[in-house]
């Protein structure tokens, strides 16, 4: 198991669609660490911490969204695991 983490940032129509819901509770399925969370600008941050192959599958689900969101652009960034002050802590994954 490689421990990673990645910050993500979601654009699109991403924001009253239940996007933050969707994102918890597949993270929480794959065992991750993390919060996401609206921004002011319409768009949605995701930091999560975990298993590195795990998190690629967070992210295959988070580029489908649910059914009423309109992702058009992930900018993600590896960082490294042992950096992560916003997660440090945190058991589980919220919605901030």
Do not use: C
Request: hydrophobic residues 40%.
């Amino acid at each position: 198991m490689s421990e990673a983490r990645v910050h993500i940032i979601v654009e699109g129509l991403v924001q009253g669609v239940g996007f933050r819901w969707f994102v918890a509770r597949h993270a929480e399925s794959l065992n991750l660490q993390g919060f996401v969370k609206n921004l002011y600008n319409g768009n949605v941050e995701i930091d999560a911490t975990g298993d590195r192959s795990l998190l690629e599958e967070l992210i295959k689900q988070i580029k489908v969204g649910p059914r009423s969101a309109r992702v058009t652009n992930l900018k993600v960034e590896w960082k490294d695991p042992a950096s992560s002050d916003s997660t440090r802590g945190l058991h589980g994954f919220e919605i901030r």
